[in-house]
Structure formats: C-alpha cells, structure tokens
C-alpha cells in the first residue's frame, strides 16, 4: 500500500514556519477572539515542535537554526491574549 505524507502548506516568512510547527505540535494555540498565539505550557508538546524543527527544517536552513527560531518564537509567546480582558 502505498503512503503519503501530507505536506506542511508553503509558508511565507521563517517565523510563520515556526508557528506553523508549535501548533502542530500542540505547543500554542490561536485566542479564538484576536487569533493571538498563546502557549500551552506543554513540556511534551515543546519538545514534539522542536524535533520537528530539527528532523524537518525548512530549505536553506541547518536543523540547529530551525531549532534556533522554533525556541525564539515560542519565547516570545506569552500564554495570554494581549487584547483579551485579565480574568
């Protein structure tokens, strides 16, 4: 029987890749309200995003610098929505 992998979409900017990669790991998730991307605080899903990163990186990217923006933007991800009211 013969397998395909589906493809991850064309992406347009090196970040977008990267959040592409987090919330197919399950590392964010969109703010249904805004579309802000927020973290999960999943360790397991972190760790998922960033072998993706290294065993999948995009064209003209090292592993450890695919690595290197998955960490950079999953850094700057906060796990609230900043136009959301504060609880």
């Known amino acids: 029987m013969l397998m395909t ?3 991850r979409p064309a992406i347009r900017t090196l970040r977008g890749w990267a959040l592409g990669v987090l919330q197919e790991a399950g590392a964010v998730h969109e703010c249904e309200e805004h579309g802000w991307a927020k973290e999960r605080a999943d360790p397991h899903a972190r760790e998922r995003a960033l072998d993706i990163a290294r065993q999948e990186p995009p064209d003209g990217l090292s592993p450890d610098q695919a690595v290197a ?3 950079g933007v999953l850094d700057s991800v906060g796990d609230t929505c900043p136009e959301c009211p504060p609880d």
């Open 5 to 7: 992998k589906e493809r």
């Open 69 to 71: 923006e998955v960490r």
